[in-house]
Every structure is written in structure tokens, then in C-alpha cells.
């Protein structure tokens, strides 16, 4: 369905056989009887399982949650590879950066006339609340998710830069650990970067954007949901390994502009605030007033700028789907230079001949709800039935400028375990670029995401994606510094030892766990009206 | 005029309360035709005050109150000295472009009803101010001061649909069909002189809406009166609509039930009542 045969990672496009630095994966991948491969991803996903690494799906009827598929054949990338993906990720968000720094601030991109501006102030992720606010040291997104796709050795496409709270690093992190505890050899044939300095890369980047001035070591927390988020598993996840404090809003409280955590010894000042919760419901009193998950006063704090968050509000301005379609122009308006990594041709409905492009070509094009994400409002046009067709084309002639039309590529394949044995499947690949005032750092790895059915291009975990570990082959210089072999008893040891390390140089985070027996309910507004008082309407049955 | 302003705003809970905390946007600021002489904020019990500003340029204060409480009163009290400019707004602090004001929001969304009747009005007048005026004047008309109908959440769609309402949903109605019409448009919370009751309590602040022509700038138009603003006017806190604007918005721990008491007094402290 995605026309021409599709590049493969580990064979190349022809059938010549496996691209040579990756000859040893194929001929372990021929090798390994398909039981055995079998045995080890069962015993993989049932270890996810008792961990408890598990997803709600929306809009599915048992709402039970479930593990996403983990895929025992990994996903390989050569130093070379990597080495050009990481500059073209840096500059990607170094400029996504720069661009939040000017739209909320002076805004000359639009001066410039780079941007249409109604494009912006017309768009609900421009969040006035914080315009004309500037978070601690001028960064904004703290942790970018960009998703790439491939069509070529060398072909490598941005798909969507994710600058909100992205997720998936724990898989990154979990996939990693089973494939060294299941597939060691595969770590003797391969010198892979390993991929566990994560959590102690993103405590640096977090204690690096904490607000000057706060005389004590930085304290970070890690404020989630609660257990009904989908993701609670990650955060949880990552607190730990972060060594920092898993909190929600009743284990906050904003006083005097500054916020502190409630603990059993008293409470203690918040420095920064690794928020995996939408901007929406962080403050009830700025945001959506029905919010129970936020922390009221917290965007008080935010604008005297008293504490950090990452990411800070306001940042989904930078990764909209209408303002994708400009991130070449917004690298090259930033950086000077030209994007190393490029954009997928997008046609912007909102302009008329793209309008009239898309329309001809629905067949063969992908179109996307500008505000749609997890693969809802999507038409895959190669796949679609003409009922399907039908309701887009009245869509877009209705609103057109909700919607951007791509082409359909031919996501590159990696050999993927299926029910007839080892078969190629479309795969992406989400890396984790993170921005303190120490840099951007990328740690060499990423959560690649595998769409299991033959043929299927969609590996949104929402719509039966699976993942698989993507190992990034060490450099020449990489090679020398650690020459003795990696086994896998030694990776583990060494993961024990960076967990040890990091509770060693913890500030404060003193146990608290359960959230306090107050509980918040919203003031009634004040009502105007121009005689008689209406009444005053508690709203706290709706909190 | 020379107008002297005494809002307070008290609560009386059913329960102690372990803490408050609390959004004010009560602090208007000096523009053209509006110069604030003198202005602060009282609170009956030990609070802590920290002022900002918010993203449209309002004064937004917060108030930080440790328990146990019972009740609190927080009153704002002010002398502001106004010209009569017509309705035409300048030299506020304007950090968003008019452009902004063109995006719907919760409270201002406009449905069928209302994008029938904003483009119905638009066909009979031969400018866009003229249309201005018709539509205040319509809406006027339309939606029937009712007290009674007074609820936090009541979207412009549903006051017009119903025809009555109280003066936040003249304003998000009248904002709603501006934009319809292209107009950008916005919310002003504020207070206003009445001659004909000059020394009665008002229970509520008072409301209005502002749409920018670019001949002219921003323009303010009060349908609940059917009336430009005039030096009768104080002009407080901006929005997209009630949400952003609202004086007091406030979250409490501790539980039970509460009880709003609001009275505004504003008085000409020189000269007699102009025409209006």
C-alpha cells in the first residue's frame, strides 16, 4: 500500500542482503530460531507486565489497561547515522526554543513577516496567560519528543515535534534492559551507547533551568495526574530513577508567589516542577477553573518567576500541527542556516491551491486534523474506503484551514517478529532532546514505535503500535574508552551504581507520598451584574 | 468626574478553612480619560498581597491567607479622576495585537442564532461603526435584564437563546457577534457611576464590551445600557471574556459551604449629575 517497496533498515531496498555494518544482526536474526525469539519476548512482556508498564487506551470499552507490544528484534542505527540526526535534532530544538522565546516575547518572526500572525493569536496554543512572561534562564521546552520517520539510507523526515509532555522514555529505558538481560550476545557482537544516563541527563537539565538566587540546591519534583493517567507508570518511573519527589496538587501549595512541597517535616520550596500535566489543568485559578489535578496560584509563581516548569505553558504553540508546516522557515529564521533535518512536504489546506491539491489527491495522501493527535481525525488515503474519502473531502471544503495534507511515504521496514516468523514492519522513532542552560543533550537511543499489522503505517500504541530497543552503535573514539566488552551482568551493575549515585547527591525530597486531607474547593466567582446580586455559584461539586 | 470607588467583596464560610488562595483583578490602571489618583486593596485579616501582571496587561494580584478562617473581607477602595472620550479607548497598555481579540473563547463562541443575527443587522447598516451601534442596540432589545439567570458559565449562545440576562452576557454576546462580523472584540470588567442612584450599594461590579475598528482603535459599547462609556465609566480588567477578566476567582481547602457578599459604591465626589 505505500506504493514502491520500502526501504529496509537492516537489508537496504534491494535484495542483495544485509547493509554490511549490520550483517551480524541479520545473521543473528536468521540464526535465532523464531521459538527462541519468541521465548525471549514473552519473557520480556512478562516482566512489563509485573512491573506494571501498562497504557489505558481511549475510547476503547473495557478500559483495562494494557501493555504496548514489545518487539524482541531491535532497531539498529550506525554511528554515522546518529552522528547526523543528533546535529540536525539540536538545531531542531535549539530553534523551537528561540522561536517560543520570540513569540511570547517580541515577536519579530511575525514583524518579519515569517509567519502569518493570525496563524498564532488565532491559535488556542498561543496562551496569553503567559505573553510577555519569560520562564527562568529563556527556556521553554526542557524536553522535546520529536518523531521521525525514514524512507531512505539517508532520507530521514521530522514527523512532529512533541514540546508539550512527551512520553515513551520509559520505554526506551525498559526495552534497553530487557534486550540486555534476553540478548546479551547481542551486546558482545555490538559496542551499543548505552542509554541509561538518562534520568541523570534530564536531573542535570532540570537542576541547570532552576531560578537564580534560590540560596539552597535546587529541589525538583516530578508532578503527575495521579494513578488514572496513562502514563503514570512513566512518571512514577522516572521520579524514581530521577531520584526526585513524585508528587500531585494536593502535595503542592503556592504561598507568597513561591511554591512548596508539604512533607512530614514541614514543607520545603519547589525549585522546578518536571510537569506531566497538560497546561490546561495546572492552575484552576488561570486555567480551566474545573481542574482537581492542578496547584492554584502555580502560574502566580511561574510568572514572578519563582520557580521553573518544564515544560513551560505555552509551549504546544511550537509544535502545532498548522506551525509544523513552518519549521523549516523557523529553523532557517533562527539558525541562520538550513535545516539539516527536513520537514515532510506538507500542503496547508488553508491555502487555496494546496486546498485544490489535497482535494484531487485525497487517494494518495495522508490528511490530519491541524489540533488532532494519537491518530484520531486522520485519513490515510491509500487505506481509506470511499465512505472515508467522501467525509474528509466535505470536511475540508467546510473548514479547510483545520487540516494539512502529506504524501503517503514509504516508512522504512525493520525485521519484526510476527505470527509467520520475521517479517519486515513500518517503524518510527521518537529520540528525547533535552535544553538546560548546560546545552541540549541527547542521550543516544529513542523509543522506536512498530506498527505490528502487515502493511499498517499507523504506530500511534493507541492504534496497535508496538515498540522495539533502538541501539546506536558506538563511534570509533567510544570503542577505545571502553574497551573491555559489554556483557550484560555488567550493564546491570552499572545501572545499580548510577542509581546509588544519584541518591548520593539528592538535595532534599523528604518522604511524603500521600496526598493531605484538605481538601480544595473553588471559590465562588463574583458574579456581575448591573442591579441585583445573582447568586453566587459554588462550584465545587464540578472540582 | 471625580469618582470614588468602594468594592468589597466578603465570604462567609460554613467551616474553617485551612488556607485561600485567591486571583484579584480589581486594580484598574491609568489611560487616556482615566487616571487612577489613588487605589488600594484591604483585607480584614493577616494576608499576604503579591501584585504582577497578567498576559493583557491587567493588574493581577494575588492574596495568600493561612487558616483557620471563617470569613474574609477584601475591600478595594480608589479615587479616579475621568474624561468623557465617548467610548474611544487609548493609551491603555496594549502588549497583545487587536488580531488576538478575533479568537472565540468558551463563554463567547458564537452559534447559528447569533451569526444569523450579527449578519442580519451588518446587511441594513452602511459602516461598520453604524453596525456597532445597531447591534448594542439590538442586544439591548433582546436579552432582558434578569438577575435571576446571573450563572458563572453561561456562554453567549445560551443568554441570547433565552433572552435575558445580566450584563456579563450582553458583553460576551455582543462580543460574540462582533467577531462574527470580523471585529475583534473583548471583555471589560469595571464600575459605573448611576445617576439616578448615586448613593445605593450595587451588588455586582459592571461589565461591558470593547471592539476594535481600525479607523478608530478600540471603541467601548455597553449593551446592558445601551450606551457608549462615557466619564461614568472605570475600566478595570480585560479579557477574551469573563474568565480572564473576573475580579476574584479563588480556590479554598477545607470543605463545606460559603456565602458571597458583594457591594460596590461609586460616588461623584464633584460637580453635579451631567446629562446621560
Redesign the interface.
Known sequence: MSGGKAFDEIYGSDAAGAREEFAALARWIEETPATELERRQHAAEAAFRQLGITFAVYGEEESAERIIPFDIVPRIFSAGEWARLQEGLEQRVLAINAFLDDIYGERRILADGIIP??LI??N?Q????????RPPHGIYAHICGIDMVRTGPDQFFVLEDNARTPSGVSYMLENREAMIRLCPELFDTYEVEPVDSYPDMLRETLRSVAPRGSGHEPVCVLLTPGHFNSAFYEHSFLADNLGIELVEAADL?????FVWMRTIEGRVRVDVIYRRIDDDFID???FR?DSVLGV??LM?AY??GNVALANAPGTGVADDKAIYSYMPEIVRYYSGGEPKLPNVETWRCREGQALQYTLDNLESLVVKLVDGSGGYGMLVGPTASKAEIERFREALAAEPHRYIAQPTLALSTVPTLTAKGVAPRHVDFRPFCLTGTNGVTIVPGGLTRVALREGSLVVNSSQGGGTKDSLILAGAKRRQRQSQSQSGQQQDQSIDRSLLQQEGGMSVAIGLGQAQG??????????????????????SDER | MRLLIHHRTGYRFSEPQKRLVQLLRVTPLSCYGQNVADWQIDVDCDARLKSGRDGFGNEATMLYVDGPIEAIDVTVRGEVLTENRAGMVAGAIEPLPPQLYLRPSALTRPDEPITDFATTIAATQDSALSTLHALMGALHERIAFDPSSAEIGRGAGQAFAEERGVCQDHAHAMIAAARVLGHPARYVSGHIWRPDAPDEDQPATHAWAEVWLADYGWIAFDPANDHCPDDGYVRVAIGLDYRDAAPLSGARIGGGAERLTVAVRVERLDGPAPQR
Open positions: 500572525p493570525e493569536f488565532g488556542p498561543f496562551r496569553t496567560e503567559v505573553s510577555g512572561a501549595e503556592v504561598d507568597d508567589d484552576p485559578l488561570v477553573p492554584p496560584g502566580a510568572l514572578a484538605g481538601q480544595i474547593q473553588k471559590l465562588g466567582d463574583t458574579i456581575q451584574s448591573q442591579s441585583l446580586a445573582g447568586p453566587a455559584h459554588d462550584s
